[in-house]
Nanobody
Framework: QPHLVESGGGLVQPGGSLSLSCAAS????????ICWFRQAPGKEREGVAC???????NYGGSMKGRASISRNKARTAVVLQMNSLQREDTAVYYC?????????????????????WGQGTQDSVSS
């Protein structure tokens, strides 16, 4: 079973960028659809970006145009690049995955459809 681990979170000033990485020890992420979700205090969990087994990507509306999701060459990690960050982007960011068949469908941004979760990493946007 995959054990998802996030890295790269931290403090950034408004307008800055963060790059988050999700990886699974002992596994490639090739059999899995991988997503990034976020949850701010008092708000619902929100899908940020997902990438399918066939590298079809789907982005949530809040960060559309400011986020990019990709797999590394070895397909052992999924990276979320976030740019032009604002205070409202402050949240705990989670990596999540599910085993999927090959499909040309866009991956779901609904958190209830994902089985495996990392512990989350705090991203804070503040001056």
């Amino acid at each position: 079973q995959p054990h998802l681990v996030e890295s790269g979170g931290g403090l950034v000033q408004p307008g800055g960028s963060l790059s988050l990485s999700c990886a699974a020890s002992g596994h490639t992420l090739d059999p899995w659809t991988i997503c990034w979700f976020r949850q701010a205090p008092g708000k619902e969990r929100e899908g940020v970006a997902c990438v399918s087994r066939t590298d079809i990507k789907n982005y949530g509306g809040s960060m559309k145009g400011r986020a990019s999701i990709s797999r590394n060459k070895a397909r052992t990690a999924v990276v979320l690049q976030m740019n032009s960050l604002q205070r409202e982007d402050t949240a705990v960011y989670y990596c999540a995955g599910r085993e999927d068949y090959l499909s040309n469908d866009r991956p779901s941004l609904l958190y209830s459809e994902y089985t495996y979760w990392g512990q989350g990493t705090q991203d804070s946007v503040s001056s």
